[in-house]
């Protein structure tokens, strides 16, 4: 075989060719983590996605239903873990636990404790009493009734390549196995009102398909091996989800997500829903660093309930232009274009 031997006094040229913003853009989306929640953000607003996750407007949002629904996951979470180490389940221990996670959410949002929601016709204080007398006993009286069924794993974590591309990590509430075939059931706990709300997303749950295909790979199983369903604590149902061809239909659907974060499609999609979203200038807990950063949110509330908004988006381009006259509209100091920032 022939070589060619650069002689010493030949300088090696090293084309360094510098990558596009566009190319930039294509390896930040690479190397991040994905989540349900991240790619059910681009979902329901690609604008929020790309405040969010993109310009990195990371802020503590909370609400009475976040806040409520994470003292449930940790009450359920230890009621879990007592089964799986086969120990007496310490009720007054977890339900002590709640009580002071739900006493701080009850000063955080006294009023919101009180009003009751439109889907179960309950306040927060109905909710609390119904899952400390009645709805926390449920996971054991569910595997009485289940003999076959064991709980092998409460918050079981899941790091899986979708598409052999993107890296998704997150946690499987709870995870039964059926000793008889050993298939697998995958648990999600929702803090929704009732299951009658949320029917509409029982058929091909993203979340289901990306925790499905990561447990089938972990555990070596056809995912036909795993079965879905919700658990929601608070009006104490269960509901298998995940129907006819969910893996194929879901995973299509992820993909299409998918070419559409790619072509940059961060349009706003301004709707009632803004109201609780941390960039409306309308959601009373948003803080101040991030509500004032989407001009185009609807002004829709519960006392003005009309969904319109203040500007019309165009192009990402136009928006710090757009952001400054919202600004002003509001008496707020406009904000330095990146050129400026860079002097
Ligand atoms: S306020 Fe509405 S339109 Fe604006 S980012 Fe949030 S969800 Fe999207």
Not at 100 to 108: L, T
Not at 231 to 242: D, F, K, R, T, V
Not at 292 to 320: D, I
Not at 322 to 328: D, E, V
Request: hydrophobic share 30%; glycine share 2%; net charge neutral.
């Amino acid at each position: 075989m022939e070589t060619q031997n650069n002689s010493p006094n030949e300088e090696k040229v090293e084309e360094v060719v510098e990558k596009t913003e566009y190319e930039k853009f294509i390896d930040k989306l690479l190397e991040s983590k994905w989540s349900y929640s991240k790619i059910d953000c681009f979902k329901s607003c690609g604008f929020k996605f790309k405040l969010k996750y993109l310009d990195k407007n990371f802020v503590y949002s909370g609400s009475i239903a976040t806040e409520f629904g994470t003292a449930i996951h940790k009450a359920e979470e230890s009621i879990g873990n007592y089964i799986i180490k086969n120990e007496p389940i310490n009720y007054i221990k977890i339900k002590n636990k709640f009580m002071i996670d739900c006493i701080k959410v009850k000063k955080r949002y006294s009023n919101d404790w009180i009003t009751k929601d439109d889907y179960s016709g309950k306040d927060y204080e109905t909710k609390y009493q119904d899952y400390i007398h009645k709805n926390m006993f449920y996971l054991e009286k569910y595997l009485k009734d289940n003999p076959n069924l064991e709980i092998v794993g409460s918050e079981v974590p899941i790091n899986f390549k979708f598409d052999d591309t993107w890296t998704f990590t997150g946690s499987i509430d709870r995870l039964y196995r059926d000793k008889t075939t050993d298939k697998y059931i995958i648990e999600d706990i929702k803090s929704w009102p009732n299951i009658e709300k949320h029917k509409d997303e029982l058929a091909t749950p993203l979340q289901f398909v990306v925790y499905s295909l990561a447990l089938a790979k972990m555990k070596e199983k056809s995912t036909d091996d795993i079965s879905c369903q919700y658990y929601l604590p608070i009006s104490n149902e269960l509901a298998s989800a995940g129907h006819k061809n969910y893996i194929e239909k879901g995973t299509a659907k992820l993909m299409s997500l998918f070419e559409k974060i790619l072509a940059q499609e961060f349009k706003p999609a301004p709707k009632p829903l803004c109201h609780w979203c941390e960039f409306c200038r309308t959601n009373e807990s948003a803080p101040n660093k991030s509500k004032w950063l989407c001009p185009y949110a609807s002004v829709w509330t519960r006392e003005r309930p009309a969904n319109w908004s203040e500007f019309n988006f165009t192009t990402l381009e136009e928006y710090p232009k757009i952001l400054n006259q919202y600004r002003l509209q509001h008496d707020l100091p406009v904000l330095p274009s990146e050129s400026e920032n860079k002097k």
